[in-house]
């Protein structure tokens, strides 16, 4: 069961990532198309942060299990709690956009904080994985 715990957080990961990349070559593209975006670039920022949604939302639920089965839910350390901090941060980006991108009008950009999130919620992502690599590897 633990291993596929394991497969189903990595997968987690990678929708997540590509989510999340995905979603930044679509900001990035419409930035630069000056004026109002193509609509097909623009159907597709609802269905990354969906991606994006769905990958966070697996790591969380596969992590979380793995850690009360494999560590009866112990202090493992300073460096666990950080990554769980980067976690929640990316977690909460992740909804926020999902709730921005669903309320918006066509067309429309995300909201400017969101804008300013989205990268440093790539970088928490590097982090948590690097604290994940540190405190499980």
């Known amino acids: 069961m633990l291993t596929l715990m ?4 990595f997968f987690g990961l990678m929708l997540g990532a590509a989510g999340g990349m995905g979603g930044m070559m679509v900001a990035i593209q419409a930035k630069r198309s000056g004026g109002t975006p193509a609509a097909g670039l623009m159907a597709l920022r609802p269905r990354f942060t969906m991606i994006t949604l ?4 697996l790591l969380w639920l596969t ?3 793995m850690w009360l089965v494999s560590y009866d839910g112990a202090f493992l350390s300073a460096a666990f709690v950080a990554k769980l901090l980067a976690a929640a941060f990316i977690l909460a980006v992740s909804v926020a956009a999902f709730v921005a ?3 918006a009008q066509p067309g429309t950009p995300p909201p400017a904080l969101l804008q300013r999130l989205g990268p440093l919620a790539g970088l928490a992502s590097y982090l948590a994985v690097a604290l994940a690599v540190y405190v499980f590897g």
């Open 6 to 9: 394991k497969i189903l957080h």
């Open 63 to 65: 992590g979380l299990w």
């Open 101 to 103: 991108v669903r309320r």
């Open 54 to 57: 769905t990958g966070v939302a």
